[in-house]
């Protein structure tokens, strides 16, 4: 299940909330997660993001996108018996993601390839970070990048 929230009243956005649950689920099927699990997406603005982003990170400036892991997980290596899971229905968490609609449009524009692509392609990005992938060095930056490139194509939104 992937819980989707808004940040402060009347944000709305019902056709970002769907494009960013088919990634986050086309993501975690192609990743081989096939229990319950919960993501909750708070999609915001860059204020919010901003204050989160300084509060979580220690980093005073809005991002596209954030994400807090629940689990420390090996990358390509599901495995649900060490998550933390929800005591009612066993789901596992996988943690939560933040995502900035203004930085996902301005983006979008700017890489040329549209907002749709861009809001998709952060929470494909974010949700490899749930399940343990990293950029930090150099052959796990390749890894993820090659992962986040399949699940694109399977969206049939790549590059």
Do not use: W
Request: net charge negative; charged share 30%; with cysteine.
């Amino acid at each position: 299940m992937t819980e989707i929230t808004r940040t402060k009243r009347n944000l709305g956005y019902p056709e970002t909330a769907r494009l960013v649950k088919r990634a986050v689920e086309c993501a975690l099927r192609a990743e081989g997660v096939e229990c319950d699990y919960i993501v909750d997406v708070t999609l915001t603005d860059d204020e919010t993001i901003h204050e989160i982003n300084l509060a979580e990170r220690n980093v005073d400036r809005p991002t596209d996108v954030l994400s807090f892991p629940m689990n420390e997980l090996t990358p390509g290596e599901f495995d649900p018996g060490i998550c933390e899971r929800e005591p009612e229905t066993g789901a596992v968490f996988l943690g939560d993601m933040v995502i900035s609609i203004p930085r996902c449009a301005e983006q979008g524009e700017e890489y040329g390839h549209g907002y749709r692509r861009e809001v998709s392609y952060l929470a494909v990005h974010s949700t490899l970070h749930l399940l343990g992938y990293d950029h930090m060095e150099k052959e796990d930056k390749r890894l993820m990048r090659s992962r986040e490139d399949a699940i694109m194509e399977i969206l049939g939104i790549g590059r």
